[in-house]
């Protein structure tokens, strides 16, 4: 039976001419003990404290795995936790953070788990993209099968109770089968639409079977270099790499 | 493609408010009287609707930190007077009447407390305190000097994008009950509408407010759509920019069917239409 053993790294870039602290997407991984799980999430640029709610929801989605029954019993505890983060934050800022602090923080979300036995299974709400490469090649692109896929209104997990939590029922799953050395890709949405239109061209080096590959430095290079181009919005890029090692390695 | 320019920090965009401050916004909505209710003024509907509409463009740039200036907002009055109604302090003198968003927020002539309902997240709702920044007061006196208010705002927008000359385009809104008493309109509107950036000319969109009960005229794409019998809102529609592609999604968003030669145009508007059309044309693209 195949246990995963994986490696992972984090990739991130904030959008460009963002401050310090600009930064609003998430990624963890746990991968010291089975099943592996990974997550990335994207903060809305228009909430506040986004970041901090893009965090939490990273952290939850690892800690167990991101099904129906854990998003609608675990959100509460979820929103309870950016409150208690942030409220007092608020209660001492000007009159508009109030304002924006009560609509609440917005975030996408997908979640990856990897199990022993070799099945995989992911969820999301909202637009970040799983990519499954097995030998060097795509294999699948989940959500998103194409860059066109893209609107500006995603669904969203909020970060307040009291707005109507629509982003729940917006909760999309699906499962596969993954083999000793197959690569995920978890990317936040800028990154992921730009991946989705490099796996249409081979030519283009901002493809999902280069980024398997990529350093962070590599990253950061072809994240600059495709914004400049126009193939990769301006945006809070991140890219989480899970290479699942042959295991007993 | 034109009116694409990523909206940001380092390239801002402007929007100017033209609010008509002549002594017919005294009166109430048509129509507002046969439905019984105790009809506020149009000056005062609009006036609500300027300072909800200014606190949502705060709201969409506030973050943590503070305000992040995606915008430069101006607003000019014209009725007794043709004057500037946001007066920035000295260090955003520069002479257009714009101030960065940031500024505006910080310094509402006063703050309001009111209390609304809101959902309790356990399906009922419950009362809640907020407060509410105000930036102007109704005012309704004398003519409609559109025209001078037009070239007012041209020489804003001029000199705005001196310094701003690759961003989004200045988006001018211009809402009136009734006729210039100044001139033709349309010679001001075509030549605000000549100045532009790298990304395109300067958007000037009109909204008109009922006096009468016929239903609203909302983002019409043909004078054909237009009452044939009203030579004004012929002009209006004529001084109306076309919408650009993020508006025509954000108006398909909200029902309505679009053209590439849908005008930025409200003919009849009452307090909906007029709500909703300034959040579809207040939405020039993402902000990063």
């Known amino acids: 039976m195949a246990t995963p053993t994986a490696h992972s790294r984090t990739l991130a870039l904030p959008k460009a001419g963002a401050e310090p602290g600009g930064y609003e997407d998430a990624a963890q991984v746990r991968a010291e003990a089975g099943p592996v799980r990974a997550a990335v999430a994207d903060g809305a640029t228009e909430s506040v404290f986004a970041g901090a709610w893009a965090e939490i929801l990273v952290r939850a989605a690892t800690e167990g795995a991101l099904t129906p029954a854990r998003l609608r019993e675990g959100l509460p505890d979820w929103q309870r936790a950016w409150a208690a983060r942030c409220d007092a934050q608020a209660a001492a800022a000007p009159w508009y953070v109030q304002a924006k602090a009560e609509e609440g923080a917005f975030a996408t979300l997908l979640g990856l788990e990897v199990c022993a036995g070799g099945q995989w299974r992911a969820a999301v709400v909202g637009d970040c993209v799983l990519f499954h490469l097995r030998d060097g090649a795509l294999r699948a692109s989940w959500p998103a099968h194409s860059p066109d896929a893209f609107g500006n209104r995603p669904a969203l997990l909020p970060s307040r109770s009291s707005v109507d939590a629509a982003g729940m029922t917006k909760l999309c799953t699906t499962t596969g089968l993954w083999t000793p050395g197959d690569v995920f890709l978890l990317a936040t949405d800028a990154v992921g639409a730009a991946l989705l239109r490099g796996a249409q061209s081979p030519e283009v080096p901002f493809r999902p079977a280069a980024a398997a590959d990529w350093s962070a430095a590599a990253f950061r290079d072809a994240v600059v270099t495709a914004r400049a181009e126009g193939t990769l919005r301006n945006d809070d890029s991140t890219l989480l790499v899970l290479d699942l090692s042959p295991a007993f390695r | ?288």
């Open chain 2, 1 to 288: 493609m034109p009116y694409s320019a990523e909206i940001s920090r380092q390239q801002p965009t402007a929007i100017l408010f033209l609010l008509d401050q002549s002594a017919s916004m005294q009166e109430p909505f048509g129509g507002a009287e046969q439905t019984g209710d105790a009809a506020p003024s149009r000056a005062r509907v609009l006036a609500d609707t300027i300072n909800d509409l200014l606190q949502n463009l705060v709201l969409r740039c506030a973050k943590e930190e503070g305000v992040r200036d995606y915008f430069h907002v101006g607003v000019i009055g014209y009725g007794q007077r043709v004057q500037r109604l946001i007066q920035p302090t000295d260090a955003y003198k520069t002479g257009t009447g714009l101030v960065p968003i940031s500024h505006l927020a910080d310094r509402p002539q006063r703050m309001e407390q009111r209390v609304h309902e809101v959902p309790d997240g356990e399906g009922g709702t419950t009362e809640a305190r907020v407060k509410k920044p105000i930036w102007f007061d109704p005012h309704a006196k004398n003519g409609t000097p559109m025209c001078q208010a037009l070239d007012l705002a041209a020489q804003s927008v001029r000199d705005w994008i001196d310094p701003h000359p690759h961003g989004f385009p200045p988006i001018v809104v211009n809402v009136t009950d009734g006729e210039a008493t100044d001139g033709d309109p349309l010679r001001y509107a075509q030549e605000l509408r000549s100045f532009a950036t790298d990304d395109g000319e300067v958007l000037l969109f009109n909204v008109h407010l009922s006096a009468s009960e016929e239903p609203p005229v909302t983002l019409p794409s043909s004078t054909t759509e237009v009452p044939a019998d009203d030579e004004y809102a012929e002009v209006l529609f004529q001084m109306s920019s076309r919408l650009p592609f993020s508006m025509r999604s954000a108006a398909e968003q909200e029902g309505y069917s679009v053209t590439m030669d849908t005008r930025g145009f409200v003919f009849n508007a009452d307090p909906v239409s007029l709500v909703t059309f300034l959040e579809i044309g207040t939405r020039p693209s993402n902000l990063r």
